[in-house]
């Protein structure tokens, strides 16, 4: 069963919001505290849970390559927490700095897309068992 090219497409645009915020950590705090310890605390722990963060998106993201229903639903949660998380700091990124509020919209945007393409047909069927089960007759 081969995947679709819309699946791989929003993968790869969760990959790349991941390494945009890795990017967005060492634009915003470096903004805010400069060059302090508490920044250099600020970092480390930002990259603690960003790295964490990859080790949940590759497993959910393996899931979703392989059709798993309940791992699109659970991507769909992690980006409305992420949403609201986004619109609730964007007044303070926004009077802080122009660059990481424009990555965070960026981010954002990417992630809309992705949740958009995994949502929408040709990506729907893929989590549908009769989709799965006729996209197998098909390339079999």
Do not use: C
Not at 35 to 46: K, L, Q, W
Not at 57 to 85: C, D, G, H, P, Q
Request: proline content about 3%; overall charge neutral; charged content about 10%.
């Amino acid at each position: 069963m081969r995947l679709p090219g819309t699946i791989s497409a929003a993968i790869y645009m969760i990959w790349a919001s991941l390494v945009l915020s890795i990017a967005n950590l060492f634009l915003y705090p470096a903004s805010q505290s400069a060059h302090t310890a508490s920044h250099h605390e600020d970092v480390i722990i930002g990259l603690t849970v960003i790295f964490g963060a990859f080790a949940v998106y590759f497993f959910v993201l393996s899931k979703i390559a392989s059709s798993t229903s309940w791992a699109r639903m659970l991507y769909l949660i992690f980006y409305f927490n992420e949403l609201l998380a986004f619109l609730l700091s964007l007044p303070h990124l926004l009077q802080s700095s122009d660059t990481s509020a424009a990555v965070s919209v960026v981010n954002m945007m990417l992630q809309g897309a992705a949740l958009a393409l995994l949502y929408t047909s040709p990506g729907k069927e893929w989590f549908s068992q009769d989709g799965v089960k006729k996209k197998e007759k098909q390339y079999a």
